[in-house]
């Protein structure tokens, strides 16, 4: 094989055969192709588009570069979710110790935020003492007790992944359907669970910003996991506003708390409870109905031991921001819009998020939301809470809000929080 006739080839538009796309993903893991010619091949893919098994068995070679965690000895039926990730999504949080209080197990390896979305463990380090780092043993001793983990996910899952991706972020290739379905999944089956399901955003908040292409990203996701053995469906949720009330680590720890206690918003009740339903189908248990195991307190129980199996203490109290102003209604009448992507920036400037890598997150910061559309609103009336510990931060962040929000004479009809789904 040579690289250059691999990109020759998907440069013309040619159907990549499956030898070839498992010689240049073992080979570009271990440095044999150069990242130049995988930007090329990249860059021919975002161009010509993969087909359905050209791209199931992109992800299989990916998820081949490096280790699986093996959940054989894990005595409950196996599922995650997975997020491709929004403004206020928290919903890792409740939706996790619910599932396992279900009877199921969920493995949840997830990342840390880049950009003004949040990511999982920057928002469980909020709480003290919390470690986001698991040995492989301690994943499965962890699955087979509490039912729920959600921790980093070791460097050795699909680091054919881990490189390609940091090479498309500088080279123009992240917006592939193909590429992006591929890298999601690798991760996910080397993670070694029995089901999966998606939640795949969009609005503005997201990374796909209209229903069109949400469907055909859910549709390459769950064709590749079905693909690749794993029993997988994709709920298209909405991101054109925030989820719940909070925006920020903290902030959403608290929320998810709530929710665990039986209160919170009423949209992160609907999608914790309707990606619940989703998975415990998938597990067989759909027997179960998560709404009561909310109701009567055995998830919030699930959530302590789950906190408590990472060393974090699910009692103490949470971070507070030194600073918080509000934003004020400029006027009486209805909430129309409040934009996902306006108040995701306003809380990633108030320090909520990371502009590189190696920053630090400030966990008390972010935004509070305290009116949401279709809420009648009068003059004077705080509509968003602004949390930071760098008062200089403010300005910013109010000028990312600015146009973010709309208010209207008429009482506006808001849209479905559940807007598809892929099977
Ligand atoms: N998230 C991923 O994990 N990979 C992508 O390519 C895009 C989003």
Request: aromatic residues 2%.
């Amino acid at each position: 094989h040579s690289a250059v006739d691999v990109i020759r080839a998907k440069r013309d538009g040619q159907v990549l055969g499956d030898a070839q796309i498992d010689w240049v993903i073992d080979a570009y893991t271990r440095g044999q192709v150069a990242d130049e010619q995988m930007a090329a091949l990249a860059m021919a893919v975002l161009l010509r588009g993969m087909t359905p098994a050209e791209t199931a068995r992109w992800t299989a070679a990916m998820v081949a570069s490096g280790e699986t965690l093996v959940l054989d000895g894990v005595r409950r039926p196996t599922v995650d979710k997975h997020s491709t990730g929004g403004v206020g999504d928290k919903i890792t949080l409740p939706l996790t110790p619910l599932v396992a209080a279900c009877g199921a197990a969920v493995p949840q390896l997830s990342g840390r935020g880049l950009g003004h979305t949040g990511g999982t463990l920057d928002k469980l380090e909020s709480i003290p003492g919390w470690r986001a780092r698991l040995s492989p043993d301690e994943i499965r001793d962890r699955l087979d007790d509490v039912g729920a983990v959600v921790c980093a996910a070791t460097e050795g899952l699909a680091p054919a992944d881990r490189k390609l991706y940091a090479l498309r972020d500088v080279t123009g290739t992240v917006e592939s359907i193909p590429l992006i379905a591929s890298s999601i999944m690798s991760k996910k089956i080397a993670e070694g669970v029995q089901s999966l399901v998606l939640d795949v955003k969009c609005g503005s908040g997201a990374f796909m910003k209209d229903l069109g292409q949400a469907r055909e990203l859910a549709t390459a996701l769950v064709e590749i996991g079905m693909a690749n053995g794993l029993s997988t469906s994709a709920l298209i949720t909405d991101m054109s506003v925030p989820l719940g009330r909070a925006v920020g680590n903290a902030l959403e720890v608290a929320e998810a708390v709530e929710v665990l206690q039986g209160g919170g918003p009423p949209d992160v009740v609907e999608l914790t409870l309707a990606l619940a339903r989703e998975m415990l189908e998938h597990a067989g248990l759909s027997d179960v109905d998560p709404a009561e195991v909310l109701a009567d307190g055995r998830a919030y129980d699930s959530w302590c031991r789950m906190i408590r199996a990472q060393d974090g203490d699910p009692e103490a109290a949470l971070p507070r921001a030194e600073h918080v102003e509000v934003v004020t209604a400029p006027e009486t009448g209805t909430l129309a819009r409040l934009d996902a992507y306006g108040v995701g920036i306003a809380a990633w400037r108030l320090g909520a998020g990371r502009a590189r890598k190696e920053d630090d997150v400030q966990h008390a910061a972010g935004v509070l939301c305290l009116a949401k559309p279709g809420d009648r609103v009068t003059t004077g009336q705080p509509l968003l809470e602004l949390h930071t510990d760098r008062p200089e931060t403010v300005t910013g962040a109010r000028e990312a809000l600015v146009g973010a929000y709309e208010i209207s004479g008429a009482d506006e009809v808001s849209t479905p929080l559940i807007l598809d789904r892929v099977v």
